[in-house]
């Protein structure tokens, strides 16, 4: 999923792939789809930012993407933002669902809820994983920026999450970038991220057609 690591690096890259719901979706990462950016190796550019918050600088764990998707911007920030919807088109790797626990639109101060079922995966045992979000910075077809725990047996992460979306000639251009604090953080791991950018521009241009 992350690439080739030791058993111990495996048990943790395993379980911080599941931040990749509401903190990044739980997705299986191979390799960095066409159209999105490479793991950054150098120096770090500046954060990601919605209303002028942006990832946590002192995280373990950090890892930012883009990726160009030929769609209309309401066509993109509508899958997003409905993220009871995410897993009909997202390809999660462990059975997963996803509410929200507030009604109405997605706003600043929504709160929204994945749990994962893990499978036997040893040297990790089976168990739950609980991501609960809370949308913190929003500003309507433009950023959105959202953070909160991961927890199940024997696993806690912090994580939080910065979107842009930039209208540019030939589409529209998605930012994206997460933090992870905790024990389990998994400098490694990217965290789903190119995943979920290669599902949003596959939904996204299918949603266009």
């Known amino acids: 999923m992350f690439g080739t690591h030791s058993t111990s690096r495996r048990r943790t890259g395993a379980r911080a792939a599941l931040l990749?719901?509401?903190l990044a979706c739980v997705l299986a990462v191979t390799a960095a789809p066409a159209g999105a950016a490479a793991p950054d190796r150098g120096a770090r550019p500046a954060s990601l930012t919605c209303q002028g918050k942006g990832v946590d600088p002192a995280a373990q764990a950090r890892h930012r993407s883009e990726i160009l998707i030929q769609?209309?911007?309401r066509t993109i920030w509508n899958l997003q933002t409905d993220v009871e919807a995410w897993p009909?088109?997202?390809k999660p790797v462990?059975?997963?669902t996803v509410k929200r626990l507030d009604p109405g639109p997605l706003r600043k101060h929504s709160r929204f809820q994945a749990t994962i079922q893990l499978p036997d995966n040893p040297p990790a045992?089976?168990?739950t994983v609980v991501i609960t979000s809370e949308v913190r910075q929003l500003r309507y077809g433009t950023c959105i920026?959202?953070?909160g725990p991961a927890d199940g047996p024997g696993y806690h992460i912090d994580g939080v999450h910065v979107w842009t979306f930039t209208k540019v000639r030939g589409g529209?251009?998605?930012?994206t970038e997460e933090s992870h604090a905790g024990p389990q953080a998994n400098p490694d791991s990217?965290?789903?991220?190119?995943?979920?950018?290669?599902?949003l521009k596959a939904a996204a241009e299918a949603a266009r057609a």
Do not use: I, N, Y
Not at 172 to 175: A, D, G, H, I, P
Not at 190 to 199: A, N
């Open 20 to 22: 990749t719901v509401p």
């Open 88 to 90: 009909s088109w997202q």
């Open 172 to 175: 529209v251009l998605v930012r």
């Open 125 to 127: 045992p089976p168990g």
């Open 145 to 147: 920026r959202w953070a």
């Open 71 to 73: 769609a209309p911007l």
């Open 94 to 96: 462990a059975p997963m």
């Open 190 to 199: 990217d965290m789903g991220l190119e995943t979920w950018l290669k599902d």
